[in-house]
């Protein structure tokens, strides 16, 4: 698993652009599933089951999208200005480098600041992807481009950028692979756009019209010196999520998991995340509501080059998932 761990972080996806991420997973599911479509937004859409007596229409949804950064404009002397595609995070960029969809690679630089101690805000970085001037620079406006950074292991700890959401995209195609046998109708969706406002999940959602929704993403971690106020600990279990700022779980899909885990004695930790939202916001408001909630996997430095998962939490995040969709679900 860690191998497909390294191969979808470290593939090229941001927020309208994730085709390569979804052609990898097509080719790792295309044997599991019952039935797979792309729809208009490029969300791809896998049904795995048919609804027996006893089960459920249930949504999965993870995103394939990553942020990134595009160019708004280059100056005379070929310095690419740019503006974010979702949250990137400005103290996380000086210094880093970014790899087009073109495969132009470029470092970023900033100007020089009177208080050395300030942080440089977007509109004080530039790309500078080695060109002296403008009809030189290989980039034009418009042009995207991801953080380029390979994966690392450190122990149980893997470190890549695009952790959110990748690590969650092999979470959910490892469970097509570990899931016997389920009395519902699954659609496991590798959704897209998430990181721009939940955008793909929006219409996934409509389209697929669940009786319930689960997604699988990362969340913030409160064990890092002086970091989150939240009770989320790095390699402690998957995080059942109460709340986030978007969303309050339905009780009773809360009961569904924490009970599970319980049951199947697999480590779990309950989630209050004060910023930021998942997919299963999408799922629950679409039509006219869905239960929903959410499976976390703890995740250190979100939205920054070098996100961090324990693969601990990744194994028993998968572990759980299966527990719960093998089974009828009752909801009380
Ligand atoms: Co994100
Ligand atoms: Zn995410």
Redesign the pocket.
């Known amino acids: 698993m860690k191998t497909l761990i390294k191969t979808l972080v470290e593939a090229v996806g941001p927020s309208g652009h994730e085709t390569a991420v979804r052609d990898l997973v097509k080719a790792e599911v295309a044997k599991l599933a019952d039935e797979m479509r792309v729809d208009a937004l490029g969300n791809l859409i896998v049904r795995k089951g048919v609804k027996q007596p006893d089960g459920m229409r249930i949504m999965l949804s993870a995103?394939m999208d990553e942020i990134g950064l595009i160019a708004t404009h280059i100056d005379d002397n070929g310095f690419i200005r740019f503006t974010s595609i979702g949250g990137l995070r400005p103290h996380t960029l000086l210094g880093g480098r970014v790899r087009f969809l073109n495969g132009v690679s470029g470092v970023i630089g900033g100007e020089r600041l009177e208080n050395t101690s300030a942080v440089h805000g977007l509109e004080k970085l530039f790309i500078d992807a080695g060109a002296a001037s403008k009809d030189e620079c290989p980039v034009k406006v418009g042009d995207m481009a991801i953080f380029d950074r390979p994966m690392l292991e450190l122990g149980h700890r893997l470190v890549a950028k695009s952790m959110?959401?990748r690590v969650?995209v092999a979470i959910l195609i490892e469970v097509l692979r570990k899931l016997k046998k389920t009395p519902h109708e699954l659609y496991f969706v590798f959704s897209t756009q998430?990181?721009v406002g939940v955008r793909g999940a929006t219409t996934a959602a409509y389209g697929v019209d669940p009786d319930l929704g689960v997604a699988v993403?990362?969340t913030g971690t409160g064990d890092t010196p002086k970091g989150l106020r939240m009770a989320v600990q790095l390699g402690r279990g998957p995080a059942v999520k109460v709340k986030d700022a978007g969303m309050l779980s339905d009780p009773r899909v809360v009961r569904w998991m924490t009970g599970t885990a319980e049951e199947s004695k697999i480590p779990y930790q309950l989630e209050i995340l004060e910023g930021?939202s998942?997919d299963a916001r999408a799922i629950q408001l679409t039509r006219a509501g869905v239960p929903v909630g959410c499976v976390s996997i703890p995740c250190r430095y979100?939205h920054s080059p070098s996100e961090m998962v324990d693969f601990k939490d990744v194994q028993n995040a998968v572990a759980l998932l299966v527990k719960l969709l093998s089974k009828p679900v009752k909801l009380d």
């Open positions: 995103h959110d959401n969650s998430e990181e993403d990362v930021g998942t979100i």
